[in-house]
């Protein structure tokens, strides 16, 4: 997969690169409000790369799902755009493992990190995942006239609009016209278990590289469930030098839910420590 490219999006003219690796059934785009905001108004403070994972948005699809390979193919992406050059690396959720990865097998790609409510740790539980890939599969592609009704077929069994909004970004027709899916739903969802799947963390692979010694900045929504307490431990062993902001009235979409904060420490995050 790593010769493969991944599809991606560009914002900014100069400054330092940061990179962008959104979360399951998302895509780079999500990113984009945030990373004009971090590159500036005259788009010189900083030079963005909002990355589609593989198996999401306009990227490849691949036949099982790994997170190594996924930031394998990440990290070839960016030594292709930027040879030679180190990186800030953002990732929320199933895309901050996915940074986390890339941060400890290639750290001298990596300069900084910052990772978005999730933590370096298995999720025992991802049944909503396929809860909700059984939901988008159960559509009728080939009849349904518009959008609009994939929404309102999708309304019973996921009655929150804002996360129907989220996974029908990944309905898109094609130049035939027809409906299809970007996100690689069967690959994605797997079995639901977590095990060998998004929820998973492979920690033995995990902990056989050397702790990552840059900065790194850890994102926490107040009132999600994703990190806790007993994480802490787990990824200071990890990334020593991480420091832990929990961000009031957030969730999971911590961004999403308080995108100023989210700037303002990403900008923090990206400017040169001073030596005194």
Same mark, same amino acid.
Request: hydrophobic share 45%.
């Given at each position: 997969?790593?010769?493969?490219?991944?599809?991606?999006?560009?914002?900014?003219?100069?400054g330092?690169?940061?990179?962008?690796?959104?979360?399951?059934?998302?895509?780079?785009?999500?990113?984009?409000?945030?990373?004009?905001?971090?590159?500036?108004?005259?788009?010189?403070?900083?030079?963005?790369?909002?990355?589609?994972?593989?198996?999401?948005?306009?990227?490849?699809?691949?036949?099982?799902?790994?997170?190594?390979?996924y930031?394998?193919?990440?990290?070839?992406?960016?030594?292709?755009?930027?040879?030679?050059?180190?990186w800030?690396?953002?990732?929320h959720?199933?895309?901050?493992?996915?940074?986390?990865?890339?941060?400890?097998?290639?750290?001298?790609?990596?300069?900084?990190?910052?990772?978005?409510?999730?933590?370096?740790?298995?999720?025992?539980?991802?049944?909503?995942?396929?809860?909700?890939?059984?939901?988008?599969?159960?559509?009728?592609?080939?009849?349904l006239?518009?959008?609009?009704?994939? %929404? !309102?077929?999708?309304?019973?069994?996921?009655?929150? &609009?804002? =996360?129907?909004?989220?996974? @029908?970004?990944? #309905?898109? +027709?094609?130049?035939?016209?027809?409906?299809?899916?970007?996100?690689?739903?069967?690959?994605?969802a797997?079995?639901?278990?977590?095990?060998?799947?998004?929820?998973?963390?492979?920690?033995?692979?995990?902990?056989?590289?050397?702790?990552?010694?840059?900065?790194?900045?850890?994102?926490?929504?107040?009132?999600?469930?994703?990190?806790?307490?007993?994480?802490?431990?787990?990824?200071?062993?990890?990334?020593?030098?991480?420091?832990?902001?929990?961000?009031? %009235? !957030?969730?999971?979409?911590?961004?999403?839910?308080? &995108?100023? =904060?989210?700037?303002?420490? @990403?900008?923090? #995050?990206? +400017?040169?420590?001073?030596?005194?």
């Open positions: 997969m790593t010769s493969v490219r991944l599809h991606t999006m560009s914002v900014g003219t100069a330092p690169r940061i990179a962008f690796c959104h979360g399951l059934f998302g895509q780079g785009r999500n990113w984009l409000q945030i990373a004009r905001a971090v590159a500036g108004p005259d788009e010189d403070q900083a030079r963005a790369l909002l990355v589609d994972l593989p198996d999401h948005g306009r990227s490849p699809w691949t036949d099982h799902f790994s997170l190594q390979a930031a394998a193919a990440v990290g070839a992406q960016l030594r292709a755009v930027a040879p030679g050059e180190r800030t690396l953002v990732g959720s199933l895309g901050g493992k996915v940074a986390m990865i890339l941060a400890l097998s290639q750290p001298d790609l990596v300069e900084r990190l910052a990772v978005v409510d999730i933590a370096p740790r298995r999720y025992p539980s991802h049944g909503w995942v396929l809860d909700y890939a059984d939901s988008l599969r159960a559509l009728p592609l080939a009849t006239p518009d959008r609009a009704s994939a %929404d !309102a077929l999708l309304a019973e069994s996921i009655p929150e &609009p804002a =996360v129907r909004a989220f996974l @029908l970004q990944n #309905l898109r +027709r094609g130049r035939d016209h027809a409906w299809r899916w970007q996100a690689n739903l069967d690959v994605l797997g079995d639901g278990s977590g095990s060998g799947g998004v929820g998973d963390w492979p920690e033995g692979d995990a902990t056989a590289y050397r702790p990552f010694r840059g900065r790194v900045v850890w994102l926490a929504g107040a009132d999600s469930p994703y990190v806790t307490e007993a994480d802490v431990e787990p990824m200071r062993r990890l990334f020593p030098f991480v420091r832990l902001v929990v961000v009031k %009235d !957030a969730g999971h979409w911590v961004h999403s839910d308080q &995108p100023e =904060v989210v700037v303002e420490v @990403l900008r923090r #995050l990206l +400017r040169p420590r001073r030596h005194h």
